[in-house]
């Protein structure tokens, strides 16, 4: 396909292409093997990092990658230029990356790993006249403070990994990859609703735990 | 008025059609927008009533900026700077060749297969 063919497909309302998507679609459309190897150069390392999110495992990771780009490469004509290939790569990552953790979680009959947390026990308690039991004291320290300490960022890290899949994967999609809740909802195969029940229970469990873990209030 | 009795309190307190219950079980909602006119309106007057609600709420956006801060792509590759010589801190590492030299080859595997179909 020419520069303007390719150009032309993305349409009016498609996204602007720099040159390398471009030249790397084209290429791809060609059956150029450059191209093929720019697209894994160009994209990998992102998406590694959203499988390794999700599956917490690098042997796993680098599967669903391998397996991502072999399927790009088979189904590269249902690619569409109104996307870019980032997304259009991310969405397979991420869909791999579920499947294995729903046939994982199959294989187990439930999850064996002890140290996840219980969400519902990091939840806010209220009295029946709905004050709450514990009352919030406003954190001691700015977020640019603490994400400039390398071991803090690890803290975080490690404490998003002990929420349970369910809680965890609504959080990576939702507040990481920065998906929306429709896109949420159809990846995990859940309501809309339940997405948002889930992402608010999973950021409320998470505040508790950075808040008492990090000791980020005067009085911890 | 300590801050427990400001909540507590019936003048100064909440108006009773909202609680810090529901603030809770709102925020959410509150904060994509998504409360009609009126429950907003009544969700931020708890809000100037109630400090302890204003540190909850400010506590649960600074979670979700603290996880995009600890867990962007430059975030990371910053700590493996700062981690190196730390063994106990889990270095970002680059995306290692081999993986990319496999993906090569098993789409040569492919593409062979393909062909000879």
Redesign the interface.
């Known amino acids: 396909m020419s520069t303007e063919a390719a150009s032309s497909a993305s349409g009016a309302n498609g996204p602007s292409l720099d040159s390398e998507e471009r030249e790397i679609i084209e290429g791809m459309r060609a059956g150029d093997?450059r191209a093929?190897?720019r697209l894994?150069?160009a994209h990998?390392?992102?998406l590694?990092?959203v499988a390794l999110?999700l599956l917490k495992n690098d042997a796993d990771a680098?599967d669903i990658?391998?397996e991502a780009?072999?399927s790009a490469?088979?189904n590269f004509d249902s690619f569409r230029a109104d996307s870019r290939l980032q997304t259009w790569l991310h969405r397979i990552v991420v869909n791999g990356a579920l499947q294995r953790l729903r046939r994982a979680k199959h294989r187990a009959g439930q999850q064996g790993d002890g140290e996840l947390v219980d969400v519902s026990e990091l939840l806010?308690r209220?009295a029946a006249?709905?004050?709450?039991e514990h009352?919030?004291?406003?954190?001691v320290q700015t977020?640019e403070e603490?994400?400039t300490r390398?071991?803090?960022?690890?803290q975080?890290?490690q404490m998003?990994d002990k929420l349970p899949d369910n809680y965890r994967t609504v959080?990576i999609l939702r507040?990481?990859e920065e998906l929306d809740t429709s896109e949420t909802a159809e990846l995990l195969e859940l309501t809309p609703g339940t997405v948002?029940v889930r992402?608010?229970r999973a950021?409320?469990a998470?505040?508790n735990l950075?808040?008492r873990e990090l000791e980020?209030t005067a009085n911890a | 008025m300590s801050?427990?009795e400001h909540?507590?309190a019936g003048v100064h307190g909440h108006r009773p059609d909202i609680?810090?219950?529901?603030v809770?079980e709102f925020?959410?909602?509150y904060l994509d927008r998504e409360l009609d006119e009126p429950s907003r309106a009544e969700f931020e007057l708890h809000l100037k009533l109630c400090p302890?609600?204003v540190?909850?709420l400010?506590?649960?956006r600074?979670?979700?900026?603290?996880?995009?801060?600890?867990?962007r792509?430059d975030?990371?590759g910053?700590?493996a700077k700062?981690?190196e010589g730390?063994p106990n801190?889990?270095p970002k590492k680059?995306?290692?060749e081999g993986?990319?030299q496999?993906?090569?080859s098993?789409?040569?595997r492919?593409?062979a297969g393909?062909s000879s179909e």
Do not use: M
């Open positions: 093997d093929f190897e894994v150069r990998v390392g992102p590694r990092a999110r680098d990658v391998q780009f072999l490469f088979r806010p209220f006249n709905g004050h709450p009352f919030s004291q406003p954190w977020i603490l994400a390398a071991e803090t960022r690890e975080v890290r998003i959080l507040d990481i948002k992402l608010h950021r409320q998470l505040r950075l808040e980020l | 801050e427990e909540c507590r609680s810090c219950r529901e809770s925020l959410l909602a302890p609600c540190n909850y400010e506590g649960y600074d979670t979700i900026a603290l996880v995009r801060a600890c867990t792509d975030a990371e910053a700590a700062s981690c730390q801190q889990r680059a995306p290692p993986l990319i496999a993906i090569l098993a789409k040569c492919a593409a393909k």
